[in-house]
T-cell receptor
Framework: AQTVTQSQPEMSVQEAETVTLSCTYD???????LFWYKQPPSRQMILVIR??????QNATENRFSVNFQKAAKSFSLKISDSQLGDAAMYFC???????????FGAGTILRVKS | NAGVTQTPKFRILKIGQSMTLQCTQD?????MYWYRQDPGMGLKLIYY???????DKGEVPNGYNVSRSTTEDFPLRLELAAPSQTSVYFC???????????FGQGTRLTVV
């Protein structure tokens, strides 16, 4: 079974600084999809960024970018120019191209200091 | 376009009571999921469905049941509520493999 591990329960970053959230996963599949979701205090789940495993190029979305290391099964999220609105719980998620389950990590709470 | 609608938003149950958490989507998505999120924790998959008439267990299915008679609806049933089922429950849908999942607003359930 696939598993997703987020080893940082909590992270802090100063406003305007850069922070990286870690995610590793375990799978025997070669084709899959990875996601980062943000959950603010409102509880709403918001997609931040996604990465297809077959793409070598790292995905970017404005201030958010990933470092996808397929061989190492690592998928970290980098947030540049952190803003107060970035404070939330961040979840890493995995989905196999041949399976039906969407598996989440335990989450990382990000605090942004002004 | 409402997306994914969960009802109720909050509920307090007594031990041993039963209830159904409703999830309805109007996006014509085949895949639907039920997760629970305990305080400060991640999302654990309870049950999922890949289409009407098809359901399967996730990692924490004990104490729950589901059905999927239509594409739109995926209710989650608790038959004998226990304090361990106190959690926030999320319903999610997605269209295809690489697309994002859309989530409902969650149901906060407390069993006392």
């Amino acid at each position: 079974a696939q598993t997703v591990t987020q080893s940082q329960p909590e992270m802090s970053v100063q406003e305007a600084e850069t922070v990286t959230l870690s995610c590793t996963y375990d799978t025997s599949e070669s084709d899959y999809y990875l996601f980062w979701y943000k959950q603010p205090p409102s509880r709403q789940m918001i997609l931040v960024i996604r990465q297809e495993a077959y793409k070598q190029q790292n995905a970017t979305e404005n201030r958010f970018s990933v470092n996808f290391q397929k061989a190492a099964k690592s998928f970290s999220l980098k947030i540049s120019d952190s803003q107060l609105g970035d404070a939330a719980m961040y979840f890493c998620a995995y989905r196999s191209a041949s399976g039906n389950k969407l598996v989440f990590g335990a989450g990382t709470i990000l605090r942004v200091k002004s | 376009n409402a997306g994914v609608t969960q009802t109720p938003k909050f509920r307090i149950l007594k031990i041993g009571q039963s209830m159904t958490l409703q999830c309805t989507q109007d996006m014509n998505h085949n895949y639907m999921y039920w997760y629970r999120q305990d305080p400060g924790m991640g999302l654990k998959l309870i049950y999922y469905s890949v289409g009407a008439g098809i359901t399967d267990k996730g990692e924490v299915p004990n104490g729950y049941n589901v059905s999927r008679s239509t594409t739109e609806d995926f209710p989650l049933r608790l038959e004998l509520a226990a304090p361990s089922q106190t959690s926030v429950y999320f319903c999610a849908t997605l269209l295809w493999l690489n697309t994002e999942a859309f989530f409902g607003q969650g149901t906060r359930l407390t069993v006392v």
